[in-house]
């Protein structure tokens, strides 16, 4: 390294990227999301080749890349395939203050699975294969967070 | 379809908090490729450069080191994902008849953004993205999944920890060389359960390069024993969405591995392997990995972690320069695996230097839990 470099302490400029964006929905998750904004009801879409029921629903099958044609109403209840429970703060990111858990639900009537929150129970309580019902925010707005959050089912 | 070989190779050191720029971390390592192979930039076809726009915080990552990678009056493309992506586009591109020489150079300054912001941006906007998912929470949802599945302990991932910390003390180059135990991961910090603190990698900023040439344009400018040959790749992508896939299930490793292995003509990984370089962004995932590779059973490879299968002097040496868990560089730790390979293959890798290795497995992952996998074989 040239000598002139060891007299140079380096600068470093602060910054911070905020862009506004709006992003398109699509028919198939707006019909999800009035569904749910609307009536309170998860709804999901099945392969009508390889019968696969997707939640939340997709444009495409992922196995045969045919249109999951056949919309199916979901009871909302589900079993937890997996968890972790969050223990750093995030809030720029995360709904809840740390800790809270994330689960990976398998929903009842489904062949895949949703991510969301577990809530309503200790975080130390929650085990693969407890049995979850979602529970439905009162202000509605169009998004994943309808669902407030899932709950053992009593 | 004509040979290619790696002619050369650089790596920085790598750092938190590196006072380089981008554009000088890129500067470093392609000049350093250069004298490596022994040949200059006009040596040089083309260039794949390796970045993320939202890590580097600025659009268009490539334009911005094309001066810094020579590649000024040639062509550059960028790959944004993990250096065996980029380096298998350079691959594609030298095998096109277009180029007989590619530079292929990724940077990264982790310690420059915020991990966990520009992780949750991977995420659908539409679903998941709200709910404040990132690569470690995400990460802790598919270590339980696979614990579930095969019945394991968080105590068996904890060996990966210790093994790759413990290699790491062996690899000046590395982050966080450590002598640990399986207690000391044990009590780290909780992070996301399973996932405790030495379980996860660190943020970590650094540069690599390596050169890629057919063979027959190798054979002209380098001498033989700087060439290290491509005997295969295999690439293989799975589902985006995190609950459309069974998070313990490999199906695009494993395809990816097959090809890979069928043009390199292996059908016992385990035994004809010299060593391995795994994706172990988390402790989880070396075992996870190794099943899908093929070198262990599904189920099987921590089992094999614990009786030293894969131990420095075991019978697979896996992630001998210490992996990624104790140096990890996004979109460089790849291409950097690369250049382990390569430098293992021609005996010059020092104190990690794998005895006699002559065949090598570089492993890299793009997008959340393993999304897709890309392997490649190297051999003398």
Known sequence: ?154 | MERVAIIGVSQTKYTQNNPLTFAELVYQVTTEALEDAGITIQDIDNVVSVSSDFWDGRTISSMAISDASGAYGKDITTVEGDGTFGALYGLMRTLSGSFNTTLVVAHHKGTESNMKGITNTAFDPLVERRLGLDAISSAALQARRYMTKYGLKEEQFALVSVKNHGNAMRNPLALFPMEITVEDVMNSRKIADPLKLLDCSPVTDGAAAIILATEHVAKKLVPPKKCVWVKGVGHCSDAFRLGDRDLADTRALTAAAKRAYSLAGIQDPCRELDLAEVYDAFSYMEPLWLEGLGIAPEGMACEYLERGKFDFHGQLPVNPSGGRISTHPVQVAGLSELVECALQLRGEAGDRQVEGARTALAHGINGMCGQAHCVWILGK
């Open chain 1, 1 to 154: 390294m040239s000598d002139w470099k060891k007299s140079i302490t380096p600068m470093v400029f602060p910054g911070k990227i905020a862009v506004p964006y709006t992003w398109t929905v699509g028919s198939t998750l707006s019909k999800f999301y009035c569904e749910l904004r609307d009536n309170g009801k998860i709804w999901a879409n099945k392969c009508p080749a390889c019968k696969t029921v997707f939640v939340p629903p997709k444009v495409k099958c992922i196995h045969c890349y045919r249109d999951p044609s056949i919309w199916v109403e979901l009871p909302g209840t589900g079993t937890v395939e997996s968890y972790t429970i969050v223990r750093y703060e995030e809030p720029m990111l995360h709904p809840r203050k740390a800790p809270f858990v994330y689960g990976l639900i398998k929903m009842d009537g489904a062949d895949t699975c949703m991510v969301h929150i577990i809530d309503e129970i200790e975080p130390e309580k929650v085990k693969v294969g407890m049995r979850v019902e979602a529970v439905l925010s009162e202000n509605r707005e169009g998004n994943i967070l309808d669902i407030s959050h899932f709950r053992p089912v009593k």
